[in-house]
């Protein structure tokens, strides 16, 4: 190998190294809501044990001791912060990550594998809340997360709605006409279905798009680049081939703060979950109360009942505050005619994405 060469893969592996050291912070932080206490010298030995095991060839145990109590020191200094913790679905870089940046900057966004996680981790405690997509302006509902929600007993404490700017990333140095193939998540891909097409590119489907931003720097295929965020891009290294590929520059996506706790501050719309008796007209009554109290509706969403076979729920937003006496009329009126309705949240409205 060449200097050059060698020096790449030792700057590789740095990023993995303070990549690897993040995550691991991660999980400190995690396991701090489930403790009672922060000191736990015996833990602390078993980690030096078990890192001193692990001291060989060019490494000398003195090494390792004093880069373990560095980190343990850190990672208590870190719990005592009580920092709060929110989870997202995917790795670093997704665009859930940048919904928690954008509602609030003091949160750290946690990557989830699944939005099932997500949910469990706020349920369990591990995490004080979660971010997870609604629905997208140009695909429509995300489905896995509103079957979720028809079944959950958490909170909605808050949305926000992140713009979404479609990116090619490719490895630095990449000749933007040797690329055949693009791996993204399969919403990102039909978001960017023209400019693929157009520029007769393969889309090949991965379970996140920033995810696929860390495989391509990991594994580094060649004629391969990947669809996601500019911050994906600046995390994993790779460079931007061309930016808002999207087909539509109107792509929106609202994401929703999950919580074990309803919202603390006063908001002006509500999330609903419902069923009807199952004959016609029972969903048209539902939605006549509110016309009739003059509430305005800004999206419903019907979705099979899992536990209960050819049975629908239907989850329903509308503007309106808690003290609102039409609304509590509304609500009321509601309650008496389903078989089972349930606030999920009052919670401000998001301001407009740009």
């Known amino acids: ?28 932080l995690r396991t701090g809501k489930l403790k009672q206490f922060i000191l736990d010298p015996a833990r602390e ?17 003195e090494f390792i001791t ?5 980190i343990i020191s850190e990672s208590k200094l870190l719990q005592e912060r009580n920092l709060k913790l929110v989870g997202f ?19 750290i966004p946690i990557p989830c594998m699944e939005f099932a996680h997500v949910f469990e981790g706020v349920r369990d405690k591990e995490l004080d809340f979660g971010m997870v997509p609604v629905e997208n302006s140009l695909e429509g509902a995300v489905t896995e997360v509103n079957d979720i929600l028809v079944e959950t007993e958490l909170n909605i404490a808050g949305e926000v709605v992140v ?29 960017c279905r023209s400019f693929l097409s157009r520029n007769k590119l393969e889309p090949r489907p991965f379970y996140d798009t920033a995810g696929a931003a860390r495989w391509l720097s990991q594994e580094r295929p060649s004629s391969t680049a990947v669809i996601a965020s500019p911050i994906a891009a600046e995390l994993y290294g790779l460079d931007v081939i061309k930016e808002d590929i999207g ?6 996506t609202r994401f929703l703060l999950i919580s074990r706790e309803p919202s603390a501050t006063p908001g002006n719309k ?29 999206r419903i969403e019907s979705r099979p009942i899992r536990r209960n076979p050819g049975a629908y729920a239907f989850l329903l937003d509308f503007l309106g505050r ?33």
């Open 1 to 28: 190998m060449h200097l050059a060469e060698i020096r790449a893969e030792i700057d590789q592996t740095d990023m993995q190294i303070v990549k690897l050291i993040n995550q691991r912070m991660e999980y400190v």
């Open 45 to 61: 030995e078993q980690v030096l044990k078990q890192m001193l095991s692990q001291a060989r060839g060019l490494i000398r145990p």
């Open 66 to 70: 004093e880069l373990y109590q560095s």
């Open 89 to 107: 679905q995917g790795e670093h870089g997704a665009w859930g990550e940048l919904a928690v940046r954008r509602y609030a900057e003091d949160m």
């Open 163 to 191: 713009p979404v700017r479609q990116c090619l990333l490719a490895l630095p140095g990449t000749d933007y006409r040797e690329i055949k193939v693009v791996y993204s998540h399969p919403q990102a891909l039909a978001q």
């Open 247 to 252: 087909d539509n520059t109107d792509n929106f």
């Open 270 to 298: 509500c999330s609903l979950v419902f069923s009807t008796q199952h004959r016609a007209g029972a969903l048209f009554e539902v939605l006549q109360v509110f016309a009739e109290n003059e509430i305005n509706l800004t």
């Open 322 to 354: 808690e003290d609102d006496p039409g609304v509590q009329k509304a609500l009321g009126r509601i309650r008496e005619m389903t078989p089972m309705s349930r606030i999920l949240g009052y919670y401000p409205e998001a301001a407009p994405a740009r």
